[in-house]
């Protein structure tokens, strides 16, 4: 399995609070991605980076803000958590920018 | 229309049976092809890359018909430990986002 972890791996936090999801890589891939995973939905693309400092905007990036300062760590806050954003939080590295491997997942629950 | 779209589930077969999975996808442009496997409350884990000669990995082929962009997953001699959601899987792009079909649930009864 690729050397990625998530933390913390479940979460309980209130409306209107800053929550940051770490993503730490050994692989030293050069992409990595935040998806989130709600039923109906998927998963869907919220932001990716594709180097050190280098990041886009996926499809659902309205509150949503990342950081990318070394190769292994890819940080993603919610500015303001809300009961919407309620959801299980994927993140995958990628070496060659196709095959996509994910991380364990993150368990966020806004109350 | 959604960007790929697969076989609806679940699918409830039993051990030994052979099943196959459909996925239809709307972005000729796209370039990479993958079936995920995802267990409940886990993370999709790759199962394999789909390519245009077609591939093979023990009990599992996939095929790829780029013409009707199309890919499909068969599954030999299905096994308890098969039962799982099947996510068909496209890339645009080297570096681009993933766009995930709904998956298809796959229940493998004794």
């Known amino acids: 399995d690729a050397g990625i972890t998530q933390s913390p791996r479940h979460k309980v936090t209130e409306t209107g609070t800053p929550v940051t999801l770490r993503c730490h890589q050994t692989e030293n891939h050069r992409y990595m991605y935040w998806y989130r995973q709600d039923p109906g939905h998927g998963l869907r693309l919220i932001h990716y980076?594709?180097?050190?400092?280098?990041?886009d905007k996926g499809e659902v990036s309205d509150g949503y803000s990342v950081s990318r300062s070394k190769t292994e760590d890819f940080l993603l806050t919610l500015e303001s958590a809300t009961s919407s954003q309620t959801s299980v939080y994927f993140c995958a590295i990628s070496d060659s920018g196709f095959e996509q491997y994910f991380g364990p997942g993150t368990r966020l629950t806004v109350t | 229309r959604k960007e790929v779209e697969q076989d609806p589930g679940p699918f409830n077969v039993p051990e030994g049976a052979t099943v196959a999975f459909n996925c239809t996808y709307s972005?000729?442009?796209?370039?990479?092809f993958f079936w995920y496997r995802q267990d409940c409350r886990k993370e999709p884990k790759l199962l394999m890359s789909?390519?245009?000669s077609g591939n093979e990995d023990g009990r599992f082929t996939a095929q790829l018909n780029r013409a009707s962009q199309y890919i499909s997953l068969l599954i030999r001699d299905s096994k308890l430990s098969d039962s799982a959601t099947y996510l068909c899987?496209?890339?645009?792009?080297?570096?681009?986002?993933?766009?995930f079909g709904q998956g298809t649930e796959l229940s493998v009864k004794p």
């Open positions: 899987v496209v890339n645009g792009w080297e570096g681009g986002k993933l766009i």
């Open positions: 972005n000729s442009a796209s370039q990479s």
């Open positions: 980076s594709y180097g050190v400092k280098d990041t």
């Open positions: 789909v390519y245009s």
